[in-house]
């Protein structure tokens, strides 16, 4: 059993309501001019208290049972028993298993009434098959006899399993190609473990003697139950003990057998983004080019989140004992080690397998299997064909990351608890008492530098490495005690002390992250020597060498296309005067600039190559480009425009003619359902489409639940309700995150009802007077309640400083991947909205979409139209989502405009039904002639009311004025009307050669001077 220092952050929330309470409720004494009101409710802090009450630890949890027995006793409860459920079906015969299973479905739950013979802590095994889904990891949560537990069983993942969907295939330059990564579901049985990984070996439950109701409620995917088992898992034994039952048993050495299992050869995977790799520049992996890309690894940082796996198949000629060792690298995580657990047919074969470490370096190495004291260890194999895991563990680092996440929940609430006395920004001069306004501060800022020094020497003690890592838990641990022994100069260390809570958050991230590359995995017999896994000299030289003349030679710029013959064909790439030319930009979908942009247009490439050019017989060129929107124009003006241009929608020149109206395809209306009606909104002229939208992001409400609950507060619904809370988030010196741009006000405008230009899109709307109410209404928000013009939303969020933040919904990635330790405490909503005078809420907000184009001079715009349709269907959408995720990671999620592949993509239940929500509420802002003006202009109108204290009304005046000037401007130069009474001389001398030549949008109109030309 262990036990942190620390408290442990649920049971923390009890004492800062206490500080709270003494803050905001004891301070009628206090005589400052700052003195806090009584905003604390005991009704608010017993909500508090009961939000919190169930999540427990699980140490805590074991500990009320610790003289509990385990007995050896295996109670099997078939699925089929369930006594109620919602979202349950009955299935027969499902994936190769006979009999009677249930099909639970996403938002439902199942229970079981089950009859235990004898009391005590047991494991519960679980035998599911992953049902077809979005392809994420499925998450369940368990109560027995109507209590959750303890903090972890909110939150059970079950995983997938994944696999190559065929063969590595060559391209037309000679390099592997990656085969794409499918689902191959299959019966698999686990057991209820710590999804985080901090706990190594399975949950314990304690079932009391008799009957106890076993429940599981689907929160994301669905999943086929055949059954439970409660029984205690077998644990694994040391080497010494297996050793003695292997001479016991008289198993025998091998002799004479060495086999290597390539890497890239895995059978299955947990994840879609684990899949081969090419690891270039060391001539000793296997296969290896010097120029060409070979798959040759698989891994790194993909491969590197607990519970993650890898599975292999391979045989063995004969009965007996081999070695095993792994070729592999990790040169991710500096001053750390990265941990496998193997499983052989399922099973550790000795408790040194359980946490096989993999230490830094930058090169290859070749660790085996050892006991203890770092002897060989063997592992009986018996004839014939096995299969091996290596599962991603936390290892002996497990209960310092706990002990280290525990401890940066307690400095994040200590600095929200001083942050409410001091601000964000406290004065350096002045004395707040902090030690008396905050009883046990002192103490808690003491426990936590003892507990960052003891995990600073607890993690150089298994990692046996000194450096970076630890001095920073000791240079902050140094800080804390300063600020105990001087709680005077606190308000001068808050700003340290924030970063460095930030910093401790990135150290945790960064050490839970388990990366490991593997080359390929050795099975051999004693007696055999193991290869060595670095390069000679003579093989480095002879790479180099090559690599240098191929330079000369070798295209590493072209996306390729996918070679039907074996061998990749000759190195040219095969062009064809029938493929149209199609362009994607190097950060067109996700930013990371080179890599980025060739890795996604890799994946573009081969789903072009698997899918569109089989249905259609349409080839395709596919040509990344390093910056569509600057080389389009010249390459039209050149004659070298693409036929298509992904992410490169430039309503300029559709105004001037070089972008193709898709309207003129018969099918444009069948194909357009795919969207809201809110995407095309930037991409229409009149009765003109000029692309196809391919994403589409827009805000919603992110917002700490914690820290809501410690307040009284609830997520509110309208604007009435954040003006509501304002002066509550004050009072506690916290804030909300609303950025101070255009899209900001047209939220609240188009709330409104209030269109942001006029009908005949000659003018704006900004001069009319709900307009200039909404700019009042917004600047307001910066001038009397004090928003901030400028914040890190990330970091403020994570502080809980700004428990309310309003932006795109790629927010909530970076979240996930930024916060880890926030799981379960913050939520998205709908952005809050305005009261109609019905009574109903609107919850309009504005969005943009980036589009696919069609060139107008292409002479092959139906191939093209055709390459647009197979872009935007929801399965291409939805795949290409999964796979940019995949290599790149959670915080490249695709936010696709086509409403079905949006359903597909890895979102939670709960997150999904906020986006599809929201989304109805989208509505986008039509293009016109000088629309950049716009933007430009009303961020010097906003600076001028705001900063400049200028009045709303006048500024509005003033600069409508210059904003419906350049548009008319823009219009004239375009051969439009306008609304100006009287044009400028220099515009009519500027304009009138111009009015001859230009290529018009609308060829109906009379295109005859102007009046004013005569």
Do not use: C
Not at 166 to 173: E, I, L, S
Not at 700 to 726: C, I, S
Not at 800 to 814: C, K, R, S, T, W
Not at 835 to 854: F, K, L, N, Q, Y
Request: hydrophobic letters at 40%.
């Amino acid at each position: 059993m262990r036990h942190a220092t620390v408290v442990h952050p649920r049971m923390l929330i009890t004492a800062v309501i206490g500080l709270v309470l003494v803050v905001f409720g004891a301070m009628e004494g206090l005589a400052t001019a700052d003195a806090l009101d009584d905003v604390a409710t005991s009704d608010a802090l017993e909500d508090v208290a009961t939000f919190y009450e169930r999540q427990i630890a699980y140490d805590d949890y074991l500990a009320q049972y610790a003289g509990a027995p385990r007995p050896n006793i295996k109670v099997i409860v078939p699925a089929v028993s369930y006594t109620s459920g919602e979202g349950v079906t009955i299935v027969e015969e499902l994936g190769g298993l006979s009999g009677s299973v249930v099909r639970t479905d996403e938002g439902g739950y199942i229970e079981w009434q089950v009859n235990v013979p004898e009391a005590g802590l047991y494991n519960i095994a679980l035998t599911y098959y992953p049902l077809p889904g979005r392809g994420i990891a499925i998450e369940r949560a368990l109560t027995i006899n109507g209590d959750r537990l303890f903090e972890g069983t909110q939150f059970l993942s079950f995983q997938r399993v994944w696999g190559d969907s065929g063969p590595v295939r060559k391209d037309t330059a000679g390099n592997d190609v990656r085969p794409r990564q499918v689902e191959r579901p299959e019966w698999q049985t686990v057991y209820i473990t710590d999804p985080v990984g901090y706990e190594l070996q399975p949950y314990s439950f304690y079932l009391q003697e008799g009957v106890n109701v076993i429940r599981i409620d689907s929160l994301s995917e669905p999943i086929a139950i055949s059954e439970l088992r409660l029984e205690q898992a077998e644990a694994a034994r040391p080497y010494r003990v297996v050793a003695q039952e292997y001479m016991e048993l008289g198993y025998k050495p091998t002799t004479g057998v060495l086999q290597k299992i390539q890497g890239e050869n895995a059978v299955r995977r947990s994840a879609i983004g684990i899949f081969a790799e090419f690891d270039k520049g060391d001539p000793s992996l296997e296969p290896y080019h010097p120029a060409q890309v070979r798959l040759n690894s698989i891994g790194g940082f993909r491969w590197q989140l607990t519970g993650e796996w890898v599975e292999w198949e391979f045989e063995v000629p004969e009965d007996g004992l081999y070695q095993i060792a792994i070729k592999g690298k990790q040169d991710l995580v500096r001053g750390s080690y990265s941990s496998r657990k193997m499983m052989i047919d399922g099973k550790v074969p000795f408790s040194e397998a359980e946490a096989i470490k993999f230490s830094f370096t930058d090169r290859y190495s070749m660790v085996p299997l050892t006991d203890e004291y770092g002897n060989p260890a063997l592992v009986y194999l018996t004839r014939g064909k096995h299969v091996m895991r290596l599962e991603v563990t936390l290892g002996d680092l497990a209960h310092i990351l706990e002990r280290t996440e525990n401890v940066l929940y307690q400095l994040t609430t200590i600095y929200r608890t001083i942050m409410m006395v001091t601000s964000a920004n406290p004065d350096p001069l002045r004395s707040y008492q902090l030690e008396k306004r905050i009883p046990g501060l002192v103490e808690s800022l003491q426990a936590a530098s003892q507990e960052l020094t003891d995990l600073a020497l607890a993690f150089e003690t298994v990692t046996g490495q000194q450096g970076g890592h630890t001095t920073f838990l000791r240079d902050f641990a140094r800080l804390l005690r300063n600020m105990s022994a001087r709680p005077d100069l606190i308000p001068s260390h808050f700003a340290t002390y924030r970063d460095s809570v930030g910093s401790l958050g990135e150290w945790m991230q960064n050490s839970r992250n388990q990366p490991l590359q593997i080359d390929y995995i050795v099975v051999a017999s004693p007696d055999q020597k193991l290869p060595s896994a670095s390069p000679t000299f003579w093989q480095l030289v002879r790479h180099e060498l090559s690599a240098l003349a191929a330079s000369f030679t070798h295209d590493y710029t072209g996306v390729h296309d996918i070679s039907t013959s074996a061998d990749g064909g000759s190195g040219e790439q095969e062009t064809s005067d029938e493929a149209i030319k199609v362009w994607i930009g190097q950060s067109t979908y996700v930013g990371g600039g080179g890599g980025a942009g060739r890795d996604q247009a890799q994946i573009l490439k081969q789903m072009i190559e698997d899918t569109f050019t089989p249905e259609t017989g349409i080839q395709v060129n596919l040509e990344l480009i390093s910056d569509t929107g600057s080389l389009l124009i010249p390459a039209i003006i050149a004659g070298t425009a693409p036929d298509v241009a992904l992410g490169a929608l430039n309503m300029d020149l559709a105004f001037r003619g070089a972008i193709a109206d898709l309207r003129q395809f018969e099918d444009f209306e069948e194909v357009a359902q795919r969207f809201s009606k809110s995407a095309f909104t930037s991409m229409r002229i009149r009765d003109k489409v000029y692309g196809l939208p391919e994403t589409h992001p827009f805000p919603v409400l992110f917002y700490r639940k914690d820290v809501l609950a410690e307040l009284g507060l609830e997520v509110p619904q309208t604007w009435d309700d954040v003006y509501r809370m304002v002066p509550e988030l004050q009072r506690n010196y916290m804030q909300i995150g609303l950025s101070p741009t255009m899209g900001t006000y047209l939220m609240l405008l188009y709330q409104k009802g209030v269109p942001l230009y006029k009908e005949d899109m000659v003018a704006t709307n900004l001069d009319s007077e709900l307009a200039i109410a909404t700019l009042k209404q917004l600047t307001d928000l910066y001038r009397l309640y004090e928003f901030p013009l400028e914040f890190n939303a990330a970091n403020r969020f994570r502080m809980g400083e700004m428990p309310l933040v309003i932006g795109d919904y790629g927010f909530y990635n970076q979240i996930k991947v930024f916060a880890p330790e926030l799981r379960g405490e913050w939520g998205i909503a709908l952005v809050p909205g305005t009261v109609r005078e019905d009574g109903t809420i609107s919850r309009v907000v504005p969005a943009g979409s980036s589009g696919a184009i069609i060139l107008e001079g292409s002479k092959k715009k139906e191939a093209a139209w055709e390459f647009l349709k197979w872009w935007t269907r929801a399965d291409t959408q939805a795949r290409f989502g999964r796979e940019l995720e995949a290599l790149m990671g959670a915080a490249a999620r695709y936010p696709t405009a086509n409403m079905e592949a949006l359903e597909q993509l890895p979102w939670g239940s709960s997150e999904r039904a906020v986006l599809l929500e929201q989304w109805k509420w989208v509505e986008g802002t039509p293009p016109v002639l000088g629309g950049y003006y716009v933007t430009r202009m009303f961020d010097w109108l906003f600076r001028a009311v705001v900063l400049d204290g200028k009045p709303v009304r006048e500024s509005v005046v003033d600069y409508d004025r210059m904003i419906n000037e350049e548009i008319a401007r823009k219009r004239l130069e375009f051969g439009y009307e306008t609304n100006l009474e009287d044009v400028p001389e220099e515009w009519k001398k500027a304009y009138w050669d111009h009015y001859v030549h230009l290529h018009r949008l609308d060829a109906e109109r009379d295109l005859r001077p102007q009046t004013w030309r005569n």
